[in-house]
């Protein structure tokens, strides 16, 4: 699979698929991955170590980059068996790996009993194993450099890894889903965090940095940087708008979700059955893209109903 020097795509076959889940191995002296994916799939990221001549026992760090199951459910079973393993993660996040009792909680209410299925068991990562970041800090991997930026937007413990090396930047989910080949980027907007204008910030700073490559977690390394953030940048606006507008017409959320839908299928329309279905596949239902855009607009209005623009006005 593509992606650039010293990096390597592992492919975690989530419930069997290809091209669902990606961890990345970062190779040479500290061998770290990022976003080792959920505890269901561990066997097929230990096969894809092994194919690299490495185990779970030689991983010296693990980045993640947010704490969603998808991405980081596995650390703390990899830990269990690699304790020496260090772990970064976003301050805002770290309480949850700790204590992963309302991660559980929160994504039981999104996957009800599929949460086994899906993610597998969830082990409390040690406080000790942890470096917490917050945006600013810099990771030395053996002479390999990471910086670590705050990536708000998909979530508020959302962070972007950018590797000095490969000048690659690690983007979890702020950069959507896309499939390699596809000239398509789709928003997924999962609830409880979603906050556009945060996005919006992120999506700047990502333009800003210039890496050559964007690593996505949900799928692969892509090099058209420009094209990949302005097409996602106009998509996740159009989505949002359509939510927005689509609850000031009051009609019922059956209708809403429809509506996403009907979009979502109008942008793919000139792509294959199989691309569809697979992109279709993985951006998960849209169900919880409208709830998760449906909670932004809805928390922005009670905050501005609480703190009207005007009211910090001098007066
Ligand atoms: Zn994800």
């Known amino acids: 699979m593509t992606a650039p020097d010293g990096v390597i795509t592992i492919d975690d076959m989530h419930l069997g698929r ?18 080792p994916g959920p505890a ?13 001549g490495l185990g779970l026992g030689d991983i010296d760090v693990i980045l993640l980059t947010h704490i969603h199951l998808d991405h980081a459910g596995a650390t703390g079973s990899i830990l269990a068996r690699n304790p020496k393993a260090r772990v970064y993660v976003h301050n805002v996040g770290a309480p949850h790996v700790i204590d992963p009792s309302r991660l559980i909680k929160s994504a ?34 053996g002479g390999r450099t990471i910086h670590v ?34 000239s398509l980027v789709r928003p997924a907007t999962p609830p409880p965090d979603i906050d556009l204008e945060a996005w919006d910030g992120t999506l ?10 964007l690593m996505l977690t949900h799928f692969g390394a892509y090099s058209d940087v420009e094209f990949h953030i302005s097409d996602y940048r106009a998509r996740l606006a159009r989505w949002g708008e359509q939510v927005r507008r689509g609850m000031e017409s009051g009609t019922s959320e059956e209708a809403q979700i ?17 691309q569809r279905a697979a992109l279709t596949y993985q951006t998960g239902a849209m169900e919880l893209s409208w709830r998760g855009l449906a909670r932004y607009w809805r928390k922005r209005a009670e905050a501005e109903a609480a703190c009207p623009p005007s009211a910090d006005a001098p007066r």
């Open 149 to 182: 930026f705050d990536g708000p937007g998909h979530a508020k413990h959302h962070l972007i890894y950018l590797d000095q090396q490969s000048n690659g930047a690690f983007i979890g989910d702020n950069g959507g889903v896309r499939l390699p080949g596809l």
């Open 204 to 213: 700047l700073m990502l333009d800003e940095l210039m890496p050559s490559w």
């Open 18 to 35: 290809p091209q669902v889940i990606a961890t990345y191995l970062l190779t040479g002296d500290v061998p770290a991955l990022v976003d």
């Open 108 to 141: 039981s209410q999104l996957y009800g009993d599929m949460m086994g299925t899906l993610w597998g068991e969830i082990v409390p990562v040690p406080a000790e194993s942890l470096t917490l970041l917050e945006g600013g800090e810099m990771i030395d991997l």
């Open 40 to 52: 269901s799939t561990l066997p097929a990221l230990e096969a894809g170590l092994a194919a690299n």
């Open 258 to 274: 429809a509506a996403l839908e009907d979009l979502a299928a109008a942008e793919a329309a000139a792509l294959s059955d199989a």
